[in-house]
Every structure is written in C-alpha cells, then in structure tokens.
C-alpha cells in the first residue's frame, strides 16, 4: 500500500515518530524524517518552528522527490 510512496513524518525521533519510521520503511516507503537532530540517513535537521529551516527541508527533499504522498505532523514539544 505504501511502496514507493514519498513520506514525511516531523518530530520523527520521538518515540511515536520512531515507530512511525519503521513501519513505513518496512513497508517500502520513501521515508523523511523531520526532526532537531540528525540521527539517521532518513532524517533531515530541521526545526518546524522556522519558516527558513522547512523551506531548506522542502528544497532539499524537491531535490530527490518528484511528489510527497503523506505528510505525518507528529512534532511535540518537550516540557
């Protein structure tokens, strides 16, 4: 269902977002992680907040993806 599908998931470190990326990859989906640390290959710094540092996410993903099929906004901030 998701093979080949281009899917972005911010806050994509947490535990949720984690959970989230695996099961997409499994899947043989196209995975992006958006997150404010970089702790894998999928996963793009970025910190949602910012206007400048999603439309340098944005540009980066455009780069290699023609389309996005799923946005996923899991982002949360921590207390």
């Known amino acids: 269902m998701f093979k080949n ?3 972005i ?5 947490g535990l949720i977002g984690k ?3 695996e099961y997409f990859i499994s899947e043989g ?3 992006i992680g958006l997150d404010l ?10 910190d949602i907040t ?3 540092s999603v439309r340098k996410a944005f540009e980066l993903i455009k780069k290699k993806y023609i389309s996005i ?3 996923i906004n899991n982002a949360s901030k921590t207390l």
């Open 29 to 31: 989906a196209n995975v």
């Open 9 to 13: 998931i911010s806050g994509s470190n």
């Open 19 to 21: 959970k989230l990326k």
């Open 5 to 7: 599908k281009t899917i």
């Open 50 to 52: 910012n206007e400048t």
């Open 69 to 71: 099929d799923l946005l």
């Open 37 to 46: 640390k970089k702790t894998d290959n999928v996963t793009i710094k970025c």
